[in-house]
């Protein structure tokens, strides 16, 4: 039998660690989503992907489901498009 070793982290090196991976994600694109028009509905399209992650057929609904991933952390920004496609605000 083997012992694993327990890591404990202390206060300092716990807050370093998320405040390094925060600039990280801060930094990147990776993490962001688009609420974008498409014909007659409005998607949520995550950042490089080819196809629609959801697809809605209003704009506050859209707006509502990106809020929820940004909120459980499966994004890290909503940039959120106007009926013409251009960008309109950005939200983190």
Request: zero cysteines; charged letters at 30%.
């Amino acid at each position: 039998m083997s012992k694993k070793k327990s890591r404990v982290l202390t206060s300092g090196k716990v807050k370093s660690r998320i405040t390094r991976r925060l600039n990280i994600a801060a930094s990147t694109t990776e993490g962001q989503v688009h609420v974008i028009p498409r014909s007659s509905a409005w998607i949520i399209k995550k950042e490089g992907a080819e196809r629609a992650y959801r697809v809605y057929d209003v704009k506050a609904k859209a707006l509502a489901g990106a809020r929820s991933m940004l909120s459980s952390g499966l994004a890290s920004s909503i940039v959120i498009h106007d009926k013409y496609g251009r960008i309109d605000s950005i939200e983190s």
